[in-house]
C-alpha cells in the first residue's frame, strides 16, 4: 500500500521526539541521523514508533537489497537459531560447507573466506594482496604496495582510512599505514603509470556508492583487468555496495564481463539480518593463507551461513537482478526529468542513483529531511548529493510515488 502525503503528514510524533532524543544523549555521535525512530518494517517500507509509514529508498546502503523482512530470510533465520548460532571456526558446522561452495559457485571461484563487516572484508583482501605479493610474485619483504582510487570508501578501521582522501574519515586518526597508492578514479593511464614492480594489486569499487554512486568511464573496468593481467598484478573489486543485484548483473563488473581476482563482498550478503562479509578467489589467490594467519571468532558462524545461504538462492534465480535492470528504466527517466528543475545532474546503474541537487534548493541533508516529512527516506553524501538505494523488492507504484515526492521536493524554491 502506498502512503500519501496527507496521511503520513497527520501522523502523531508523540513517541518519536523523546525516543529519538534519549538515543542521542547516550550514543557516540558518529552518525548524524533524520529524526524518525524505526519499528517495524516490511518489503520497502517502514513504521516508526508512532505508527507513521515511510518508503525507505536507502535500503541499509544495500544491505536490504532484498528488502525488509523477506520471508524466505526470515524462514532461514528463524529455522537456524533453534538448532545452531556459533561455534567458532575451531569447528565445522553443518552449514558451512553450503554456504561456501554456494557462493564460490555464483561468483564462480574455487575458495570463500567469511568474516562479517564489510570493512572485515576489505582488511582481509589487503592481507592476501600482500601475502600474494611477498609469497607469489616475490616481492621483497614489506614493500608490497596496492594501487587505490581517488574518492574511494572501502570502510572506516585505520588501515583503510589511511588511504580515503575524505577528510571527515580521515583527520585525526593517523599514523597511517604506508604501501598505498592513489590515483584517479577512472584514469587508466595514471592506474598504469603508478604500477611497478612492488605492486600487488588493485583495490577499486566498480561503481562509487559512498561517493555519490559514481559510475566510472565504460572501459574502466576492462581496463584494470587487462592491466593486472600484464603486469601480474591482483585486482580485487570491493562489491559491497554494488553487488548482488544492485546494478541490474550480480556484479557490477558483470556490465563489463570482467572478472576479478578477488570479490570483496558484505552487506546484502546477510540480507538484511546479521552482518556477513566474504572474499572470494580462486585457490591460487586465497590459497597463501595458513592457520593462524587471518581468522574471525564470528566469520562463517552458522546463522550467518543459513541466512548467506538463502541469500545466494535468491540470487542464483537471477529474478532480482533483471528486476532492477527493469526498473532501472523508470528510475532514470524521472530523475533525468529533474535536471534544470531542482537537481544538476545524476547517475544511475540499476535501482541506484546519485543524485546532484541544485544549491538553490538546499543541501542534500535539507532535501533528505523534507523528503521525510513527506514519507520517504533517503541519505545525502558530500553535501550536495543523495543517494537513492530501494529495496529490489520496491513496486512501480511505490517507486513512483517516491519519485513524485522527490520532484516536488526539488521543485520548491
Not at 303 to 323: H, I, P, Y
Amino acid at each position: 500500500m502506498t502512503a500519501t502525503t496527507e496521511t503520513t503528514a497527520a501522523a502523531s510524533s508523540a513517541r518519536t521526539a523523546p525516543e529519538f532524543d534519549r538515543a542521542e544523549a547516550r550514543t557516540a555521535h558518529n552518525y548524524h541521523p533524520l529524526p524518525v525512530v524505526v519499528a517495524h518494517a516490511e518489503g520497502a517500507w517502514m513504521t516508526d514508533v508512532d505508527g507513521r509509514r515511510y518508503l525507505d529508498l536507502l535500503a541499509g546502503y544495500s544491505a536490504l537489497n532484498f528488502g525488509h523482512s523477506h520471508p524466505r530470510l526470515l524462514e532461514a533465520a528463524h529455522a537456524q537459531l533453534d538448532q545452531l548460532t556459533l561455534t567458532s571456526r575451531a569447528f565445522v558446522h553443518d552449514q558451512f560447507a553450503d554456504f561456501t561452495a554456494k557462493l564460490g559457485d555464483l561468483c564462480g571461484k574455487d575458495l570463500v573466506l567469511p568474516m562479517n563487516t564489510g570493512a572485515e572484508a576489505v582488511e582481509t583482501a589487503v592481507k592476501v594482496i600482500r601475502k600474494w605479493g611477498y609469497r607469489v610474485k616475490g616481492i621483497p619483504a614489506d614493500q608490497a604496495e596496492i594501487i587505490v582510487a581517488s574518492g574511494n570508501f572501502h570502510g572506516r578501521t585505520t588501515t583503510i582510512v589511511g588511504f580515503s582522501d575524505d577528510p571527515d574519515a580521515r583527520d585525526d586518526f593517523g599514523p597511517f599505514a604506508p604501501g598505498f597508492v592513489t590515483v584517479p578514479y577512472g584514469d587508466l593511464a595514471a592506474l598504469e603509470a603508478a604500477i611497478t614492480p612492488h605492486t600487488a594489486g588493485i583495490l577499486v569499487e566498480p561503481i562509487q556508492g559512498e561517493g555519490g554512486v559514481v559510475i566510472p568511464p565504460h572501459g574502466y573496468l576492462r581496463g584494470i583487468r587487462d592491466l593486472a593481467t600484464a603486469h601480474d598484478v591482483l585486482f580485487a573489486a570491493d562489491e559491497i555496495q554494488a553487488g548482488l543485484g544492485r546494478t541490474g548483473r550480480t556484479f557490477a563488473c558483470d556490465h563489463e564481463d570482467v572478472v576479478p581476482d578477488l570479490y570483496v563482498l558484505g552487506k546484502a550478503l546477510g540480507g538484511g539480518i546479521v552482518p556477513v562479509s566474504a572474499v572470494v578467489a580462486d585457490r591460487d589467490v586465497l590459497g597463501v593463507l595458513q592457520p593462524g594467519q587471518h581468522g574471525s571468532t564470528f566469520g562463517g558462524n552458522a546463522l550467518a551461513c543459513a541466512v548467506g545461504s538463502a541469500v545466494v538462492d535468491l540470487l542464483a534465480t537471477g529474478d532480482f537482478q533483471r528486476r532492477a535492470d527493469e526498473m532501472s528504466v523508470l528510475l532514470r527517466e524521472r530523475l533525468e526529468a529533474m535536471i534544470g528543475h531542482g537537481v544538476v545532474g545524476v547517475r544511475v546503474r540499476g535501482l541506484w542513483a546519485g543524485v546532484d541537487i541544485d544549491p538553490a534548493v538546499g543541501t542534500g541533508r535539507e532535501v533528505c529531511e523534507r523528503l521525510m516529512a513527506r514519507g520517504v527516506l533517503a541519505k545525502d553524501t558530500h553535501g550536495s548529493t543523495i543517494r537513492l538505494a530501494p529495496p529490489l523488492v520496491v513496486s512501480e507504484d511505490d517507486l513512483t510515488w517516491g519519485l513524485d515526492q522527490l520532484a516536488a521536493v526539488v521543485g520548491q524554491r
